[in-house]
């Protein structure tokens, strides 16, 4: 009985867990202010060249980096573009899109 009991209080710990790292600095909360991607062009499997926003206010900058396996290198700094339409966080549609219409194509509890 007292196993059962500590296997129930793990299981109720893990999504207790998750959400306090969540919204920890650990697992990434407050960390989209001061640094976000603008673009990331892959030149090959193992190179790309990314650009990212630095900074706030008027301190703000684009930083040109090339990323390989080995090293990242600031290839170039300028100034932000305003105006530039920055990439959504999702390249594609999100998975609660696509399972929806792959349910209703395959005749699914949601199909009309």
Not at 43 to 69: C, D, F, H, K, M
């Amino acid at each position: 009985m007292t196993s059962l009991l500590w296997f129930v209080a793990i299981l109720a710990m893990i999504p207790a867990a998750l959400w306090l790292l969540k919204r920890t600095p650990v697992g990434g909360a407050g960390s989209g202010t001061l640094m976000k991607s603008v673009a990331v062009l892959p030149l090959s499997a193992n190179q790309r060249i990314v650009t990212v926003e630095v900074g706030a206010g008027e301190s703000r900058q684009w930083l040109v980096l090339g990323v390989t396996p080995a090293s990242i290198t600031t290839l170039h700094t300028m100034a932000p573009i305003e105006g530039a339409v920055l990439p959504a966080a999702a390249a594609g549609p999100a998975f609660a899109g696509l399972l929806a219409k792959f349910n209703k194509a395959d005749g699914g509890p949601d199909a009309r």
